[in-house]
């Protein structure tokens, strides 16, 4: 390919930052310990590869686009540090559903148990659907958010609607990360 088609300097286009989980306008940013732990712990790398651009003197152009992303990143990850809300899950109520809790649903079908599902709510930052963390604003979170154990609660998944059973509620599920 000519060299007439390539753009020469593009390291002075702004860097596309992927958006930080998003958090409804006025929410709280709420974060578990764990949460908490690891927003510091995404700072201190962000940190570090940052340092690191700034020594490279290789490639100006790449280090000024590393430097202006990196900066960006800090930006936004500082942002949501400063408005988190630590929210201690052993202080919450042990038989109702709160922010941490780790809640094992049962469904209700013609009467008999059906199958069974686990989550844990967490902030937004820290959810992750493949390990069971769901953030507190999650639909099915905000749907049991409240709900005391025993009690039965209408989630509206899609189309349909599944009454499910709260049959379990813990908070200790949320362990600091290893260091």
């Known amino acids: 390919m000519s ?4 753009k020469e ?3 002075l286009e702004a860097p596309i930052v992927p958006p930080r989980a998003p958090l409804p306008p006025g929410m ?10 690891l927003l510091r712990a995404e700072l201190t790398t962000l940190d570090a590869a940052r340092t690191r651009a ?21 930006t936004a990850l500082n942002a949501r540090l400063g408005s988190a809300r630590l929210i201690d899950p052993r202080a919450q109520p042990p038989q109702e559903v709160r922010f941490g ?11 008999r148990p059906g199958t069974e599902r686990r989550f844990t709510i967490v902030g937004v930052d820290e959810a ?13 979170a905000r749907a049991v958010q409240g709900a005391q154990l025993g009690q039965l609660v209408t989630l509206q998944l899609g189309g349909q609607q599944e009454e ?8 200790d599920d949320l362990a600091l990360p290893a260091a």
């Open 128 to 140: 992750d659907v493949a390990e069971g963390r769901l953030a507190f604003v999650a639909p099915i």
């Open 9 to 11: 300097d593009d390291s």
């Open 28 to 37: 709280a940013n709420y974060v578990t310990p764990r949460g908490l732990a």
């Open 164 to 171: 499910v059973e709260v049959i379990g509620i813990s908070y």
């Open 54 to 74: 700034e020594a490279n003197r290789e490639n100006d152009a790449d280090r000024t686009r590393l430097l202006s992303l990196y900066n960006a990143q800090l």
């Open 3 to 6: 060299r007439a088609f390539t």
């Open 101 to 111: 809790a780790t809640v094992t649903l049962r469904t209700r079908s013609g009467g």
